[in-house]
Structure formats: structure tokens, C-alpha cells
């Protein structure tokens, strides 16, 4: 099913650690159901289809849905509660409590809101929803990455080695699906969400990320050039504060340059004229300026240059949703559900790091301050004993010079 051996890693791993994928559409597309059922049956995930266990069999006699779960939006036990935790989520921003109600009756709300509830680990959707709805629920509800404000998307472009572009022809693209004209600081986001796509997805060691423009180091003026000059700073900052904070970051082989054109970017012998020295030319993760230029770019690398687009993935969510393009293919959406898998499994692990991190630092806070109150007290201590000297050693001298006078005095008399 899967050709690519990228795509075949990212499905191993997914099935190493099975994550369960809630289907938000299966009450309404047949692709997200068969696709179900190819994952189920290869045990890629734990499926949970959205919607009514009886229609959807009914609708699909000859599929097996052995071992696959159901959970019905419009008649779940516990939706009173999920209404009230949207409410209290999205109270600040104006929802009504009859909102929410109603609200988590569909399907994508309610998958998200069993996302945020720990009871399913990802979402997929997207085969016939517009990527507005099906995204608005996550971005509502689901928190974003530490140190990351803004969600974005990446395609991983995979060529296999003959594609000269990227690590053994493998690379990342960003933002191509979600933020239209982001800012520099949402630019820096985009680049850090697409490390971590890198490292953890597209198995890319050492990213080496291309902040782009039209400009290489200055040779070009304007707004996008200024913005990519700002993002790649904040971009290094950022890095260079992970760093300092985890010396085993996992940060520690990435590079940076910026801002940069594409050629610089790729050709190591352009690379040599254009920046003399300052960069490789081997980029493995390209962050583009806007939607524009990113959208462009993948989609003529992947038609003129024959090359596997895998995405879009969705980036910097702390419970993973991805987003599909409408008219995926059954085998695409299997493949969305492996990534998604992969997402949550990284997330969950770096989630257990952090919170073993923090009781690491927790635990040396205590002995620090341990260490100081012990030796406040042998401070405090040593301070009493040399008081204690000084004063037995003024009363001895005291006691010689009486002795001395009262000696002075018989000799006299």
C-alpha cells in the first residue's frame, strides 16, 4: 500500500505505539470508513468511527468493523458534561451555554472536545469539510506548544536520494495550507513547529532550516526581506535559549540561516558565491515569507518535480489534529491517520520529559535551598563559635591583667 520509505517508517512507528484516531466523517464519507478499516486491520491505530454504529454497518455490509469503535455524537452519555467544559472554555469569548449544547452535536466539535478529554489521542478529518470548518474546533479548544502562539502546516516533500534536494531527498515546506501573511514572531513559530515536524515525522537529524525571500543576507530591501531578517533572529534566539535551558536538547544539531533565496538555499555552489561562506546550500526545511509562496513552491516541486507531497500536517498542537485535502485518496487518509498517530506518541513522550524535567528542577530547587539553609546554619554556627572564642579569650586576658595588677600591688606595699 505504502511505496515510499518514509511513509513506511512513519506507519511502523505508529503501529510500535497504537494511538486512537477519532473519524469525525464517517457518518458522511465512505473513503474515511474504508480507510478506517485498512487501519484497524493492520493495526496502524485504534479507530473510533463518529457517528451511529448501526447506520454506518448498515451502509457498509461488507466491510468488517471487528475491533473498531463507535461513539454517537447525537446520543453520547457524557455530552452534558462536554457542553459544560466547551462552556467554560470558550465562556471569555461570548459562547452561551445553549451554544455549546448544541455544539458539541457536531461531529467535529465533538470530536475535538473528546480530544481535549484524553479520550482519543488525535483527530483526522477534512475528506469533505472545508479546512475552516474543520480546524476552527481545534483552534478554539486545543492548547498550543509551549512557546508556540501560532498553529501552522507543512508538507514533507519526499523524493527518495535521487532528489538532490534536502536530507537524501527528503525535506520540509512551510506554511503552505493555513496562515496566509503571518508576522515575523508567527513566522518564527512556523519554523520551530517545522523543526519538530523534521525531527520527529520526516527523520531528519540535523534540520537545517532556509529562512526564505527574494533577498540572501541584505543583497535585496523590502517588508518580506525585514520580516524573514526578524524571524531568523527570533528563530535563533529561541534555539539559543533551549539550549542554556537543556543541554541534551534535542535543538542541539539544528542550523539556521536567513534570510536566504532558494538558490542559496539548495546549491552548495551558489551557496558559495551568494554567502560566502555563511551557508551550505543544503537545506532541509524551507520556511517561506507567506501562504503564497509556500503553496506555490510544494505544489510545483511536487508536480514538475514528481515528487510525494505528504501533508498538509498540522503543526504546534498539543493533542494533534490534522486537516486533510478535500478528494483524499483512501490510502492518504491512512497515511494522515499514521502522522497523527506519530504526533500524538511524540507529544505524550515530550509531555513525560517535560514533566520529568520540571520535577528534576523541582527536586534541585529543594536541595539548593537545603544547601542554603545548612549552610546558613554552619554560617550561623561558626559566626557563635568564633564569638564564643573571642569572649573567653577576652575574660582570660581580662583575668591576666587583674591577676597582673593585683600582683603589682602586693609589691608595692
Do not use: H
Not at 492518504?332 to 507529544?347: F, G, P, Y
Request: hydrophobic letters at 40%; glycine letters at 6%.
Amino acid at each position: 500500500m505504502f511505496n515510499a520509505r518514509l511513509e513506511k517508517k512513519i506507519v511502523r512507528s505508529a503501529a510500535k505505539n497504537l494511538q486512537t484516531i477519532a473519524l469525525p466523517e464517517a457518518a458522511i464519507c465512505e473513503r474515511v470508513v474504508r480507510a478506517g478499516v485498512i487501519a484497524n486491520k493492520k493495526r496502524i491505530v485504534n479507530v473510533v468511527l463518529i457517528g451511529n454504529e448501526d447506520k454506518i454497518k448498515a451502509d457498509y455490509p461488507k466491510l468488517d468493523f471487528n475491533g473498531i469503535s463507535f461513539i454517537d455524537n447525537e446520543n453520547y452519555k457524557d455530552s452534558e458534561r462536554l457542553a459544560k467544559k466547551l462552556y467554560t472554555i470558550r465562556k471569555e469569548k461570548g459562547m452561551k451555554q445553549r451554544e455549546a449544547k448544541e455544539l458539541v452535536k457536531d461531529p467535529i466539535y465533538f470530536a475535538t472536545m473528546l480530544l481535549e478529554d484524553d479520550e482519543v489521542d488525535g483527530i483526522v478529518g477534512g475528506a469533505v469539510t472545508s479546512s475552516a470548518d474543520m480546524l476552527r474546533p481545534a483552534l478554539q479548544i486545543i492548547k498550543g506548544k509551549k512557546g508556540v502562539k501560532k498553529i501552522s502546516s507543512s508538507f514533507i516533500m519526499s523524493g527518495g536520494r535521487w532528489f538532490k534536494v534536502g536530507c537524501k531527498g527528503t525535506s520540509v515546506f512551510s506554511d503552505c495550507a493555513l496562515n496566509i501573511e503571518p508576522t515575523a514572531k508567527e513566522v518564527k513559530d512556523i519554523a520551530f513547529a517545522s523543526i519538530d515536524t523534521a525531527l520527529s515525522l520526516a527523520k531528519i537529524k540535523q534540520p537545517r532550516v532556509a529562512m526564505l525571500s527574494y533577498s540572501t543576507y541584505g543583497s535585496g530591501k523590502g517588508k518580506d526581506v525585514t520580516k524573514m531578517e526578524k524571524a531568523t533572529k527570533l528563530l535563533n534566539d529561541d534555539l539559543e535559549k533551549e539550549m542554556v535551558e537543556n543541554i541534551n536538547s534535542k535543538y542541539k544539531d539544528v542550523a539556521v540561516g536567513g534570510e536566504l533565496q532558494m538558490d542559496a538555499a539548495i546549491s552548495q555552489k551558489i551557496a558559495k558565491i551568494k554567502c560566502d561562506g555563511k551557508w551550505a546550500g543544503k537545506a532541509n526545511v524551507f520556511v517561506f515569507p507567506n501562504l503564497s509562496s509556500a503553496n506555490i513552491a510544494y505544489k510545483t516541486t511536487q508536480i514538475v518535480g514528481k515528487i510525494r507531497a505528504i501533508g498538509p500536517i498540522m503543526q504546534g498542537f498539543t493533542k494533534p489534529v490534522n486537516d486533510l485535502s478535500r478528494g483524499a485518496s483512501v490510502e492518504e487518509i491512512v497515511l494522515s491517520m499514521a502522522i497523527t498517530a506519530s504526533q500524538a506518541a511524540t507529544n505524550k513522550s515530550e509531555e513525560k520529559e517535560l514533566v520529568r524535567q520540571q520535577q528534576l528542577a523541582k527536586e534541585e530547587k529543594v536541595k539548593q535551598k537545603e544547601l542554603a539553609e545548612l549552610e546558613a546554619k554552619l554560617k550561623k554556627e561558626e559566626e557563635a563559635r568564633i564569638k564564643a572564642e573571642e569572649k573567653a579569650a577576652a575574660a582570660l586576658k581580662a583575668e591576666k591583667q587583674e591577676k597582673t595588677k593585683s600582683e603589682n600591688k602586693k609589691e608595692d606595699k
